[in-house]
């Protein structure tokens, strides 16, 4: 037996795309592979491989996740015209985040890594926010139309035994417009109130919750009686157990209060919601490459990754031997976040020290003064020099032999 850290079960391994690519393979090599017997089930999501196996892959590395609980994935391109060209594809072949959140019914929690030197730009905040996304519905899945002048919009809905109900939308004059049709379903808010809260109560956080129920009377109500619902049936105890709160406000009085905090809180958004202000909050922690994602099942399989994409433009620099200087921080703690997840699953307290060391020493490291060239142009930090992509990883390993 080796003196390395030791495994049972396996996470399931998902390869990617481009420079995340390269810096997946560096950071098992660097700071995984020599401490710990890494046993992981490997899947490359790479689209060589997705054109070999005309996507199948995709669906396998979801069923694995279901069957091992834990995952982590690398960022992968998804396939547009150019990309089609580019790797000679025969399909243009869908989001490979799509396929897997649609087969794990997720919701995906995006959190910020906090680091020495890296200044949010909202002075008060002093830790992660983390929003929750509700991924399905709403101006997702629409039905809308140009109306013409002198046009009449109804909302019609046809009950089950064919009965309809007619509610007059708006009639055009002169001036024609535009008119949509949104919907969402009671079972999707509630797997999504249910992942908030099974997260906040998880990561002992107050879970946050807003929506426009002043204007949208029987829509939004419905988000906002579906959670308060469940939390009184369900998680009130649990909640008041790990000593956290659930509120609900209206969403602009949650953006308000978002601004005034100091973070360290769920926020659970509508779509729509979350999808802007998922970028505004990781933009004003400073880096999206410092943004980590994991997509949380209902029946609690855990898929984590880096919230950016394969970086593309450092991966042509690095094609051609140029030096690059990506930020490798949000693959590692997708990493981390995996292997500690194992751990508590499987009772290894020695794997879960080890992934708490590395974050560690990730978060030494940029606070002694060495970082990638995003955090270099940001860092507040008198003393600070750009390291390139693997001499930060090598760096990082030398603080946890250290
Ligand atoms: P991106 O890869 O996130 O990169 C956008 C820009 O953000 C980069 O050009 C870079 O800016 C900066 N950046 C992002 N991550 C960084 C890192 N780790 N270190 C340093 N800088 C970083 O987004 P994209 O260029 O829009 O998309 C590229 C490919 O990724 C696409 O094919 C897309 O389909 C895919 N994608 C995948 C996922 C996923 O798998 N989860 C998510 C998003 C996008 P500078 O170039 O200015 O340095
Ligand atoms: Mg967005």
Not at 75 to 96: D, F
Not at 238 to 248: Q, W
Not at 260 to 274: H, I, L, T
């Amino acid at each position: 037996m080796s003196d390395k850290i030791q495994m049972n079960t396996p996470v399931v391994e998902i390869d990617g795309d481009e420079m995340t690519r390269v810096i997946w393979a560096w950071v098992k090599e660097i700071l995984i592979e020599p401490f710990v017997d890494l046993k992981t089930v490997y899947f490359d999501l790479g689209l060589d491989e997705r054109e070999r196996t005309k996507d199948a892959v995709t669906t396998q590395a979801a069923e694995a996740i279901k069957e091992y609980g834990v995952g982590v994935k690398c960022a992968t391109i998804t396939p547009n015209e150019e990309r089609v060209q580019e790797y000679g594809l025969s399909e243009m072949y869908k989001s490979p985040n799509g396929t897997i959140r649609a087969i794990l019914d997720g919701t995906v929690f995006r959190a910020p890594v906090l680091a020495k030197g890296i200044v949010p730009y909202i002075p008060t905040w002093k830790r992660p926010i983390t929003i929750a996304r509700h991924a399905y519905g709403d101006i997702y899945r629409n039905a809308e139309f140009p109306a013409g002048a002198g046009s009449r919009a109804e909302l019609v809905l046809t009950a089950a035994d064919g009965t309809e109900k007619r509610l007059s939308i708006h009639s055009f004059d002169s001036s024609g417009g535009i008119v949509q049709g949104v919907h969402n379903t009671d079972a999707s808010i509630g797997s999504f109130a249910r992942a908030c809260m099974n997260y906040a109560a998880d990561t002992k956080q107050d879970l946050w919750f807003g929506a426009k129920d002043t204007i949208s009377k029987t829509y939004d109500r419905r988000f906002r009686d579906i959670f308060d619902e469940i939390f009184a049936a369900e998680y009130r105890e649990a909640f008041s157990e790990a000593g956290i709160e659930y509120s609900y406000t209206l969403i602009d009085d949650a953006i308000a209060r978002v601004i005034r905090s100091e973070g360290g809180f769920v926020w659970a958004c509508k779509n729509y919601d979350g999808d802007v202000m998922s970028d505004m909050v990781a933009t004003a922690f400073g880096s999206l490459a410092m943004m980590t994602s994991v997509l949380v099942s209902p029946q609690g399989y855990y898929e984590y990754e880096a919230a950016h994409g394969t970086v593309q433009r450092h991966f042509y620099k690095h094609a051609k031997g140029e030096p690059t200087s990506t930020n490798s921080v949000a693959t590692i703690f997708a990493w981390t976040g995996a292997l500690k997840k194992r751990a508590e699953i499987d009772g290894l307290s020695e794997l879960a020290a080890f992934s708490g060391k590395l974050e560690g020493a990730v978060l030494d490291t940029i606070a002694g003064g060495i970082m990638t060239g995003d955090l270099f142009a940001i860092s507040t930090l008198p003393e600070k020099r750009q390291a390139g992509t693997k001499e930060f990883l090598l760096e990082t390993a030398k603080l946890i032999r250290a």
